[in-house]
């Protein structure tokens, strides 16, 4: 279906009881491509992510990742795929670089320990206890052991959840690199300028269930990105969508009050999305509570 993919997933389900997580998600991920999961608390992403690492078995469906079932991935699979698990469970009472000469060992092209340290901007703290470093630091070895072994695909669940703005930015060109390498990259992320920095596509899930997957600066369609004007006047506030913003303008009189012209951000198109399956929920639960 998708020979050059790296990742493929076709109906991808898990269950937990009745409950439906994960609600017939299909996407592929092209090799070389970044790709992120955006989505509200709960929505489904490291159910999907986890699967796709071979940590939880699909319901049904199917993925594949490197065209392996990762239910049935060996040592020599796992080599070639990086993790950074949402949260990190590292051996605190090793030094940054303990952990990370440790781990090398385990993969036949693993990157030089010291250039990995850097490379997530840790050098400073390489004699560090993990346990002694702060909360963004730990996460930055979580993110140096999942480069470590030069994967072809990197699963990134939240990476960057605790770092301060600089940190993030230093990661973006971190990531970037690892990119530019060739490695195929799934993340997974709440911040929306931090997937528009990263990523070739994006696919949006709420509720289990996929509701956009698109290039991301085509995510929501033509529509969802018309220009707003804003002004307002003696009668109060006004707020217009057009294709034609300086045209319009052109045709107000005078000189509006706080005239502005803004393009929907993805935040704002996400936050639409998100809402419409928010109210749809609640109206679900309202018609459980009414029948
Ligand atoms: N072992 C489990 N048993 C039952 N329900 C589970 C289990 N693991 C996860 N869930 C539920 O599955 C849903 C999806 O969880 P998941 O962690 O995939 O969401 P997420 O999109 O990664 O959210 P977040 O952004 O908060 O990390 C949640 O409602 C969660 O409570």
């Known amino acids: 279906m998708h020979p050059e993919a790296a990742v493929v997933v076709d109906g991808l389900t898990k269950r937990y009881g009745a409950r439906t997580v994960v609600d017939d998600v299909s996407f592929a991920i092209a090799q070389g491509e970044t790709f992120a999961l955006l989505g509200p608390n709960g929505a489904g992403k490291s159910t999907t992510v986890e699967m796709l690492e071979g940590f939880r ?23 070639r795929i990086g993790v950074v698990l949402q949260s990190s469970g590292q051996a605190g009472v090793l030094t940054v670089r303990e952990i990370l000469t440790h781990f090398a060992r385990v993969f036949p092209d693993a990157r030089d320990v010291d250039e990995t340290i850097a490379a997530v901007g840790l050098t400073e703290h390489a004699q560090r206890r993990v346990s002694k470093l702060s909360g963004g630091q730990q996460r930055r070895v979580d993110v140096a052991l999942g480069i470590m072994g030069r994967p072809e695909v990197l699963f990134l669940d939240e990476p960057t959840t605790g770092f301060d703005p600089q940190a993030r930015r ?21 911040y929306l300028d931090e997937a528009e920095q990263l990523a070739d596509r994006a696919g949006i899930i709420a509720g289990g269930r996929l509701l956009a997957l698109d290039e991301i600066g085509r995510i929501g369609g033509a529509e969802a990105r018309t220009p707003i004007v804003r002004w307002s006047d003696a009668a109060g506030r006004h707020e217009v969508r057009t294709t034609e913003p300086a045209s319009f303008v052109r045709g107000l009189r005078g000189e509006p009050v706080d005239l502005e012209i803004v393009r929907p951000s993805l935040e704002d198109i996400y936050l639409s999305m998100i809402g419409e399956v928010e109210v749809d929920d609640a109206e679900l639960e309202l018609d459980e509570v009414a029948a």
């Open 57 to 79: 078995t699909p319901t049904s469906g199917t993925a594949r990742v490197l065209g392996v079932d990762p239910q049935r991935g060996d040592r020599g699979w796992r080599s």
């Open 170 to 190: 230093a990661f973006w060109e971190l990531i970037r690199g690892v990119a530019a390498d060739g490695t195929t990259i799934l993340l997974t992320t709440h």
